[in-house]
């Protein structure tokens, strides 16, 4: 989809809690990191879980071998000049650090508190393969950028297909720490944009977007050629 | 900027012709090519040419030197997996298509009908340096484009950046041809989509576009994070 989900809006407290918990503080530790080829199965469950929360499921026709090739190409381009995944994992042990080191991205790590442990049903469906920690690293999110341009600037940015955070672990600042991972890598190249688009009835994600800095641009509308429209006008000139 | 200008809508024929001017048909031959390197003087004065177009000077800052760095880099990725350019060059006489071949795009040619001859007063400062036809090829716009990528589809697209004809070449068919262009070659490569942004108020490129075949999707909106706030913003997960 060509569209950032909203991000969890910055997280205010559970409002609600049992009285027969006491409001003590956990840990959980996160980590984002690039993604490789051998995380295209969480990949996919993850895009497949944001056509569900989109209802736009009759628009997906990903596989994981589809995005395996179109994502991790036998020979892969310089990291970031193309089709970029991090993924978002966290873990109730801390990560070791010193492990799953890519010379092309350091991961960011921050550990959140939070009142009571998330109960995650899908802990073991999306349970990482990467190492770093103990055994309870589950995959928790994702965002897919690549660069765009700007000829005003006559610089790259990096432009947002996709963000998401799965549900049981949104409202925590997950979505947040995500964009700002792709500013900063942003940042550090010396791009001058980082861009991505919203639907317009979110007033939730836009206030979020603006409170961060964004600028909403109001007057602008996507276009897109897509199936035998597509392929009819490819044969405009012929 | 972030933007595809309008193109020239279908061509209707000059509805006042001089009287002293028999309506006598001339040929404007045209053709589509790769950018270089050497065409970055030109690519620079279409750039600043629309940004006049559009009141956005005080946003211009791109250099010959910036774009020549950022769209033609010393180790030059894969055709077309990064940022392109295609130019639109136009000649009173043939092209001769055997020059100017580059393996990674057949140019495209096109001669159009038109009943007086176009003045160009920039002709000189836009004669084109590239062979392949007389001495009075001059450039007369540009397509600027890049990847994109659709999750759902797990395949890429292309994004059309910017998308220019110097205006006494305007409403002559050379935009569609332009886009046609781009159109072809992501058909070629087994692409998914094309998309660009057009200006709301722009009821006219609006209308081209929706009969061209391309659906203008209403509710997205654009964020952009930028300058300060982009820097701001890097710094979060610090």
């Known amino acids: 989809m060509a569209a950032a989900a909203p991000p969890p809006p910055p997280s205010p407290a559970p409002s609600v809690i049992s009285e027969d918990l006491l409001p003590t503080s956990h840990n959980l530790f996160s980590r984002i990191r690039l993604a490789k080829i051998a995380d295209v199965p969480h990949i ?3 895009i497949h879980q944001m056509a569900v929360f989109e209802r736009l499921t009759h628009l997906f026709s990903a596989t994981e071998s589809s995005l395996s090739s179109t994502l991790f190409p036998p020979n892969p381009p310089q990291p970031f000049t193309s089709f970029t995944v991090f993924l978002l994992e966290v873990s109730r042990t801390p990560f070791v650090s010193i492990d799953q080191i ?3 991205f350091d991961p960011v790590y921050k550990t959140v508190m939070i009142d ?3 109960n995650d049903p899908e802990a073991e469906l999306f349970k990482s393969g990467a190492g770093g920690g103990g055994n309870d690293i589950v995959v928790a999110g994702f965002v897919l950028f690549f660069p765009n341009y700007s000829t005003f600037l006559a610089k790259p940015g990096f432009y947002i297909e996709d963000i998401f955070v799965r549900e049981c672990y949104r409202r925590k600042g997950f979505g947040k720490m995500l964009l700002s991972a792709v500013a900063a890598q942003a940042a550090k190249m010396g791009y001058g944009r980082v861009e991505w688009v919203v639907l317009d009835w979110n007033v ?10 964004a600028e909403v641009m109001k007057e602008w509308r996507v276009c897109r050629l897509t199936g035998e429209a597509l392929q009819t006008f490819a044969n405009v000139n012929i």
């Open 116 to 118: 009571v442990p998330i």
């Open 102 to 104: 890519n010379p092309s």
């Open 44 to 46: 996919h469950k993850l």
């Open 204 to 213: 939730n994600a836009i206030k979020f977007y603006e409170e961060m800095g």
